[in-house]
Structures are given as structure tokens and as C-alpha cells.
């Protein structure tokens, strides 16, 4: 199976385009920082018939959090947020799969209730809507030449050989048959539950586990819905 490598100058490049788009927020408004990473479990959805498989990603991301009441905050930012998955090509084709990586840059705004804090521990419920650009978009499947066998059916249809290797390469490829399907944007909605400890007067350690569903397919034909469940942990800074 090929593993995704996501470079060090494609995170740099995702961060650099995120701290510009959060300077750009009113100075006035910002009370909090925060700098996050962890590892998420992303896959997409599949026609009824197809299985599909999860993969494990890399999450980074930037926020700024502006507190609107004592319990209500809204938590503006961006992350880079890969969705990778491994699905069949078709209904019984279990040895022939398509190993899929969509790079995003994601950025959304979530509300945060936090209903009370104890000692300065702060456990609160996250919801709200993203929207994700695609970076780039790759496919891999195996050079079946003449089109991939068939499923197996006893007394029809003789085993198919092993899967050839696959080859990484470009959704647009033509043998990947996905032409320009690939959306450039995605949109959906995010929730879960977040903890922030009090590490000094104006620094915090948070831990969340977000769990990310795509409302729009990104294909034109209506196949792939992203589903993503993410841990991130960091510091948030009061800024103001």
C-alpha cells in the first residue's frame, strides 16, 4: 500500500497563508491564540455496495478566539486537513482499491459554550460550519490493462490475479477515470468537545476531539462525502 508523505515546505506554505488570513482579523476582537496539531482518522463516503476504508492523517492548525459572553466565545481559524481514504472500485472488487489524497486548507468558524470552570479547568461543547480549498488531489490503482477483472463467481468467472502495484498519480489522470469530478471546495460542519487547563495567567493548554462531515459531495456525480475524527492538543496565548 502507498503512504501519503506530506512534505515539510507544503505544511510551511499551509501555515504561512493561515497567519495571514488570522493578522487580518481586527486586533480589537482578539483575545486568545491558539496553535494546535494532533492526528485525525479520515475516509469518504461510498455508493451503497462499496466498502471504504479509513486512514490515519497529520492535523495543523491556527485560531483566534473572541470571547462574546461569559459562557460563549467564537473560535475563527484554519488548519491544514488532508482527507485520505481507501475505497473499492466497485461493489465485490476487494483485492482492487483506490487509495485517495485530497490536501485542504480548512478554515472555520466555531461557537464554543462553556457552560461553567472549576479551578480554571474549562470543558466546553464546539460546533460550527468549515469550508475547505483543495491544494492538490491524488489517486492510486493498479495498471490493469484491458480494464480490472472481475469479482469472483463460483462457477462463472475464474479467480482474478493478485492486485498489480499501484501508482500514484494525479485525480485528473486519465486512467483514473475521475477526470476534473475532484471539487475544488468542500463544505460541512464540525462538532465535539474541548478542555482547556490553565498553564500560567496567560497561557492555556487545550485538547479537543472534533468530529468533521462533509454536507457536499466532492465529486460532481455525487460520490465521496468526507467524514474526519481529529484529536488536536496545544497552548492558546491571551493576546488581549
Avoid at 24 to 49: D, F, H, K, N, Y
Avoid at 59 to 86: H, K, N
Avoid at 197 to 218: H, N, Q
Amino acid at each position: 500500500m502507498i503512504q501519503r508523505v506530506t512534505s515539510g515546505d507544503e505544511i510551511m506554505r499551509s501555515m504561512v497563508f493561515l497567519v495571514l488570513m488570522l493578522l487580518a482579523t481586527p486586533a480589537a476582537a482578539q483575545t486568545t491564540l491558539g496553535v494546535r496539531g494532533g492526528i485525525g482518522v479520515s475516509t469518504v463516503t461510498m455508493p451503497e455496495g462499496y466498502d471504504t476504508d479509513t486512514r490515519m492523517v497529520a492535523i495543523v492548525g491556527l485560531d483566534v478566539g473572541i470571547q462574546l459572553s461569559d459562557a460563549f466565545s467564537l473560535r475563527v481559524g484554519g488548519s491544514y486537513s488532508p482527507i485520505e481514504a481507501d475505497g473499492e472500485i466497485g461493489p465485490g472488487y476487494e483485492d482492487h482499491t483506490l487509495p485517495l489524497w485530497v490536501d485542504y486548507v480548512q478554515f472555520s468558524a466555531l461557537g464554543r459554550w462553556t457552560p461553567t470552570a472549576r479551578d480554571g479547568w474549562a470543558v466546553g461543547v464546539v460546533f460550527g460550519p468549515w469550508t475547505a480549498f483543495k491544494r492538490s488531489c491524488h489517486a492510486a490503482t493498479g495498471n490493469c490493462s484491458g480494464g480490472c477483472p472481475l469479482p469472483v463467481i463460483p462457477g462463472f468467472i475464474p479467480p482474478p490475479p493478485p492486485a498489480p502495484e499501484r501508482v500514484r498519480t494525479a485525480c485528473d489522470h486519465p486512467t483514473l477515470g475521475l477526470g476534473t469530478n475532484v471539487k475544488s471546495i468542500n463544505l460541512g460542519l464540525s462538532a465535539g468537545v474541548g478542555i482547556e487547563v490553565p498553564l500560567s495567567d496567560r497561557v492555556r493548554f487545550a485538547l479537543d476531539a472534533l468530529y468533521s462531515f462533509g454536507l457536499t459531495a466532492i465529486r460532481d456525480d455525487g460520490f465521496w462525502k468526507t467524514r474526519h475524527l481529529g484529536f488536536q492538543a496545544g497552548p492558546v496565548f491571551l493576546i488581549g
